[in-house]
T-cell receptor
């Protein structure tokens, strides 16, 4: 089945220790997104790739970086995790077309990050 | 004011009953609307898109009121498995999704 896969599902890191979360998709979607979701809050968009074009949200901290080496994979790097970065990180994909607004996104199962 | 607002609930619903709840959005230029379902500690899953004329999918009915800028979701004949958080989602510019914080529904036996 076509899907969005995230690894690892659970990640524990120490304060300040870099961590990388990965996302892969078999849907061949052109857009990939990274969201941060904290308990009882809405998912918050961090950034997205429209094909190879990287788009950062204005309020995404510099501590968060992303890479998309090819269509199928996307990585979220947290350079120096703080306690406030503990959250669920969700990867999503969609087939947004130029000028389009209808944008049904499909989510991976998420990576739950704990910062000690 | 938040761009997408939802009553957080919880809505406690007896099994077999009907429950309905709304979501309001602030951007009148929004074109696309969705309801996602999110189970505890799981990812959001698309429940249904919301079309201008309203649409129905089995026990679920979604309505859009552009004049008052709200969308609604109605669940008929509630099942225990309907217990979840329902996220209202509005498309902003270029297709960016703006999520509400969700409405929690608890279906009780």
């Amino acid at each position: 089945d076509a899907m969005v896969i995230q690894n690892p599902r659970y990640q524990v890191t120490q304060f300040g220790k870099p961590v990388t979360l990965s996302c892969s998709q078999t849907l061949n979607h052109n857009v990939m997104y990274w969201y941060q979701q904290k308990s009882s809050q809405a998912p918050k968009l961090l950034f997205h790739y429209y094909d190879k074009d990287f788009n950062n949200e204005a309020d995404t901290p510099d501590n968060f970086q992303s890479r998309r080496p090819n269509t199928s994979f996307c990585f979220l790097d947290i350079r120096s995790p703080g306690l406030g970065d503990a959250a669920m990180y969700l990867c999503a994909t969609s087939t947004l077309r130029a000028g389009g607004q209808r944008n049904e996104q499909f989510f991976g199962p998420g990576t739950r990050l704990t910062v000690l | 004011r938040k761009e997408v607002e939802q009553d957080p609930g919880p809505f406690n619903v007896p099994e077999g009953a009907t429950v309905a709840f709304n979501c309001t959005y602030s951007n009148s230029a929004s074109q696309s609307f969705f309801w996602y379902r999110q189970d505890c500690r799981k990812e959001p899953k698309l429940l249904m898109s919301v079309y201008s004329s309203g649409n129905e999918d089995g026990r679920f009915t979604a309505q859009l009121n552009r004049a008052s800028q709200y969308i609604s979701l109605l669940i008929r004949d509630s099942k225990l498995s309907d217990s979840a958080t329902y996220l209202c989602v509005v498309t902003l510019s270029w297709g960016k999704l703006q999520f509400g914080a969700g409405t929690q529904v608890v279906v009780t036996p």
